[in-house]
């Protein structure tokens, strides 16, 4: 079992930054990639940054060169650091443990930007 907590969120003007934390727990060494999705109102949830045990990262086209994923492995955190803010990525952003058994996600936590 892990669990996953997000914290972080909160509203910003447009142009602004966020910086956004992923706490997880429990079964910690299963987990192969941590990963952050995002959920607007009305529409899917959709990948947004992923960072590996290797510590490759990915990220959605949407969102390159504005965020930056990392990761704190003596805290078990991973962040979603969300510079250049615009309006569209106003959502609840999840996080998302990857195990070869099942993913682990968290509740969310709202982003809201203003214009």
């Known amino acids: 079992q892990v669990q996953v907590v997000e914290s972080g969120g909160g509203l910003v003007q447009a142009g602004g930054s966020l910086r956004l934390s992923c706490a997880a727990s429990?079964?910690?060494?299963?987990?192969?990639?941590m990963n952050w999705y995002r959920q607007a109102p009305g529409k899917q949830r959709e990948f947004v940054a992923v960072i590996t045990s290797g510590g490759i990262t990915n990220y959605a086209d949407s969102v390159k060169g504005r965020f930056t994923i990392s990761r704190d492995n003596a805290k078990n955190t991973v962040y979603l650091q969300m510079n250049s803010l615009k309006p569209e990525d106003t959502a609840v952003y999840y996080c998302?443990?990857?195990?070869?058994?099942?993913?682990?996600w968290g509740q969310g936590t709202q982003v809201t930007v203003s214009s």
């Open positions: 429990g079964s910690i060494l299963s987990i192969n990639a």
């Open positions: 998302n443990a990857h195990t070869l058994g099942r993913p682990y």
